[in-house]
C-alpha cells in the first residue's frame, strides 16, 4: 500500500450508486477465526470481494473455456457457454448486455469452469466477477476471489519482488490481516477492498512473482491480533525515523497502532527526503474548491504538531481571509504522490510554496522500507512485526 502512496483508511462501503462510493469509520476490532473449516475439516481460504473497476462505461471481457452468468441475489442462470473473447459489457436503460444479450438485472455473476481465469478489460483476474449497474452510465465490478490467492495479486504491487524473504513475509502477514479485518466489518455491504492505495493495491495476476508468491504460501494463514482479535494492521512506505498514531489520523485507539515506535531502518529508503513546489494558484483553487476563497496566498504557517513530530494543521492566510486547515487533508487535496507525509516545513517563494518532507504515507503501523533494512540486518519477519506492532502476537489460523 502505497498508501496515498500510503494513506489507508479505515473504511466501509454502503452503497454503490450514481458511480459514487460511501464510507463510514466503523469498529477497530474483528472477530475470530479467520480460516473456517471445509467438510473435510481442512482450512479453506475464504473469499475477499475486490473493487476491481467503478465509474466504467463498459467492459470488455475474455474466458478461456466453460462459464456460467447467473443474476445476483437469485443466482438464475442467464447464460452457459465456452469460451468469450472481448465480448462488450455494456450498461442499458433497463439492464445490462454482453454482445448480442440483454438482461433486465442490475448484478450478475460470471464464474469459470475449472478454476480458469478470466479478462476484464485487459486485465486476468482469478476466482469470480460480479458486474454491478450503478446507474444508466456506468458500470462496477468486484472480483471474488480466494484470500491467498488475492495475496498474491497484493504482494508485488506493495513491494519488490527481489527483497529479502523475511521482508516480504512480514508484509504478507500485515496484508493478510488488513484484508482479513476489512472483510468482517464489510461483510454486509457489496465489496471488502478497494484495488487502489486506499486499501491495498490490487491488479489481478498482473505482475505475479514466483518470491512474492512464495512469501505468501509460507505464511499461509497467519494473522496479527492483539487480545486475542484482528485488527487493520496498517502499513506505509516510509516513515522517516518515528511512527504514526493511528488516533493522531483516525480517532482510533489501539495499543499496536499507537505509534511512536523510533525506526532508523528505512534511512536507505528513496522517499526519506523529498521535496515538491506546488503553485500558489492551484492551492488558491483546492480552498475555493473544498473550503472557501481566501485571495492570494500570503502565507502558509504550521499550527499544531502531531505527537509524532508531524505537522496537524497549517493557517493560510490569504488576501481576503485566512482559514486553519488539517494537514492531512492539505495533502490529499494536492496529491499524495506530490506531498508524500505531513513531515514537512513549508515557504512561501514568490508563485510556488516550496515544501520540505520526510517519509512518504500516513506513517501508521508497518514501514516498508524500514522491513527492508531490518530484514537486510538479519531480523526475522516475526521480529519485524513485533516492532511495528508492539504488543501484537502472531497466531496461526491454519
Request: charged content about 25%; hydrophobic content about 40%; glycine content about 10%.
Amino acid at each position: 500500500m502505497k498508501i496515498l502512496e500510503g494513506a489507508k483508511m479505515k473504511t466501509s462501503v454502503i452503497s454503490l450508486g450514481a458511480g459514487a462510493v460511501c464510507f463510514l469509520a466503523l469498529q477497530v476490532f474483528a472477530g475470530d477465526s479467520a480460516f473456517p473449516s471445509g467438510a473435510s475439516g481442512s482450512p479453506v481460504p475464504p473469499k475477499v470481494r475486490v473493487l476491481v473497476a467503478e465509474d466504467e462505461k463498459f467492459f470488455r471481457l475474455s474466458v478461456q473455456g466453460a462459464y456460467v452468468i447467473q443474476s445476483l441475489p437469485s443466482l438464475q442462470a442467464l447464460k452457459k457457454g465456452s469460451g468469450l473473447e472481448n465480448v462488450p459489457l455494456t450498461v442499458t436503460k433497463k439492464g445490462l448486455k454482453l454482445g448480442d444479450a440483454e438482461w433486465p438485472v442490475s448484478r450478475l455473476r460470471i464464474e469459470t469452469k475449472g478454476k480458469r481465469d478470466l479478462v476484464l478489460n485487459h486485465t486476468r483476474f482469478r476466482g469470480e466477477v460480479e458486474i454491478v449497474r450503478a446507474n444508466e452510465h456506468s458500470l462496477a465490478a468486484v472480483n471474488h476471489v480466494d484470500l491467498e490467492d488475492y495475496l498474491y495479486g497484493v504482494l508485488p504491487h506493495e513491494v519488490a519482488f527481489w527483497w529479502p524473504m523475511e521482508a516480504l513475509k512480514a508484509q504478507a502477514i500485515a496484508a493478510r490481516t488488513y484484508a482479513l479485518y476489512q472483510m468482517r466489518v464489510n461483510h454486509r455491504n457489496l465489496f471488502d477492498l478497494k484495488s487502489s492505495t486506499s486499501s491495498q493495491v490490487y491488479k489481478g495476476t498482473r505482475r505475479e512473482r514466483h518470491r512474492t508468491n512464495r512469501a505468501v504460501d509460507e505464511t499461509r494463514g497467519r494473522v496479527l491480533t492483539y487480545e486475542g482479535k484482528i485488527f487493520p494492521a496498517y502499513f506505509h512506505a516510509t516513515c522517516a525515523g518515528i511512527t504514526t498514531g493511528a488516533q493522531e489520523l483516525w480517532k482510533m485507539e489501539i495499543s499496536p497502532l499507537g505509534g511512536g515506535v523510533r525506526c532508523g531502518y528505512c534511512r536507505i529508503s528513496p522517499h526519506y527526503y523529498w521535496k515538491a513546489a506546488v503553485p500558489l494558484s492551484e492551492i488558491e483553487e483546492k480552498l475555493k474548491l473544498y473550503r472557501v476563497p481566501l485571495g492570494r496566498i500570503l502565507r502558509i504557517e504550521p499550527v499544531s504538531q502531531t505527537p509524532s513530530g508531524r505537522v496537524g494543521s497549517l493557517r493560510f492566510v490569504g488576501t481576503l481571509r485566512e482559514d486553519v486547515i488539517a494537514a492531512k487533508d492539505f495533502r490529499i487535496w494536492v496529491g499524495g504522490n506530490r506531498i508524500r507525509s505531513t513531515a514537512f516545513t513549508v515557504k512561501v517563494r514568490e508563485d510556488a510554496a516550496q515544501i520540505d518532507g520526510k517519509g512518504w504515507g500516513h506513517g501508521v503501523g508497518l514501514c516498508q522500507w524500514g522491513a527492508l533494512g531490518q530484514a537486510l540486518a538479519g531480523r526475522a519477519h516475526e521480529d519485524i512485526l513485533r516492532f511495528y506492532y508492539p504488543g501484537a502476537e502472531i497466531r496461526d489460523e491454519s
